[in-house]
């Protein structure tokens, strides 16, 4: 079998087309999954991504960056490469890559996840005949509740905070996570009141006409009295910091995947953990590996060994790659401009 993709020191690389997908050192020509830094960094010269990553690109790596981007779908060719990107449902604007090369199609799937959450897009499973999937949750012990009932959760658990005199705190990542906190928790608050690094990403959101709800940015200058009856919003680089003894007397809640696991939220110093991910469950994974009808898989980032061997012992061609992907959200590592304001 031809290899479309090979895995190099700098990533995952395109013979025919002459590019890397992710890649973690600078090259010439990136195409990029999502906006994640893990997946989109710094120093390349020219990137190529989603149309909806276009904006969220440009916010973290700045708006002088050479960037072209593409409609789920849209084929374009580099060399004897057709590539083009379609929904991976991890986060808005985030795609698998589809990569053509004579006949053989291999998919890089960067994150993704297979429950629509409303506001990142309905994942859609691709025929090839090599899948590189992610594995972040690739044990059997991490099955996700839907999304609504972890939702209800919140609901309820920001109604007892209220009762017991207490303002509500959540820690999500400020790409991705927070918009999908807000978004399908409008209406059970008064107002989202949010920290800078979400702020920003929402702003340029809004900007290119998502619909989400307005937030209100936290400052030193906002009253206490907005606390009561608000969902306050953090990334977790905040967590134990100054900045949030302003919110006393508050519960906080951590929305992470690794809730799944008995004793996460304690030892996070958290009142409550809410297992929500923007990854595929084992389940998911699973699932989309038979749906793309591959003859052989290549697993990154994650329990890679776990579901490799397990694809190897049910008769499917599997292959642990070592990359440098992983680390945003569901390990709470925040970029630098992140920090908390002073």
């Not at 302003?246 to 995947?257: E, I, N, Q, R, T």
Request: proline share 6%; with cysteine.
């Amino acid at each position: 079998m031809q290899a479309v993709l090979t895995f190099t020191d700098s990533g995952i690389y395109c013979p025919a087309g002459d590019f890397y997908i992710d890649p973690w050192k600078p090259v010439p020509r990136a195409v990029i999954t999502h906006a994640h830094a893990d997946h989109a960094r710094w120093g390349n010269r020219h990137y190529l991504c989603t149309k909806d990553s276009v904006p969220l690109l440009q916010l973290r790596l700045g708006k002088d960056i050479s960037v072209q981007g593409l409609s789920y779908g849209e084929t374009l060719r580099f060399n004897s490469a057709r590539v083009s990107f379609h929904p991976a449902g991890h986060m808005i604007g985030s795609a698998q890559v589809k990569v053509a090369v004579d006949g053989q199609t291999w998919v890089a799937s960067g994150d993704y996840k297979t429950e629509n959450d409303g506001i990142s897009g309905a994942f859609e499973p691709v025929k090839c005949h090599v899948f590189i999937t992610e594995s972040t949750f690739g044990l059997p012990i991490y099955h996700w509740k839907t999304q609504q009932q972890v939702m209800s959760d919140i609901q309820a658990w920001i109604y007892e905070n209220r009762q017991a005199g207490k303002n509500s705190v959540l820690l999500a990542y400020s790409l991705g996570k927070a918009q999908r906190l807000i978004y399908n928790l409008r209406g059970v608050v008064e107002r989202f009141l949010v920290h800078g690094a979400i702020y920003n990403a929402h702003e340029a959101l809004l900007q290119h006409g998502w619909p989400l709800p307005p937030v209100e940015l936290i400052t030193p200058n906002t009253p206490k009295e907005h606390f009561a009856g608000s969902l306050i919003i953090s990334p977790p680089s905040a967590a134990d910091s100054a900045w949030m003894r302003k919110f006393s007397p508050y519960a906080l809640g951590v929305c992470s995947g690794w809730m799944q696991v008995r004793g996460n939220a304690r030892r996070q110093n958290a009142d409550a953990g809410f297992a929500i991910s923007d990854h595929a469950d084992w389940q998911g994974l699973l699932q989309t590996i038979r749906q793309t009808g591959a003859e052989k898989v290549y697993v990154t980032h994650g329990f890679s060994s776990v579901l490799a061997r397990y694809l190897q012992e049910n008769g499917l061609p599997a292959e642990e790659v070592r990359t440098a992907y992983g680390g945003e959200e569901e390990t709470a590592v925040e970029t630098r401009e992140e920090a908390p304001p002073a």
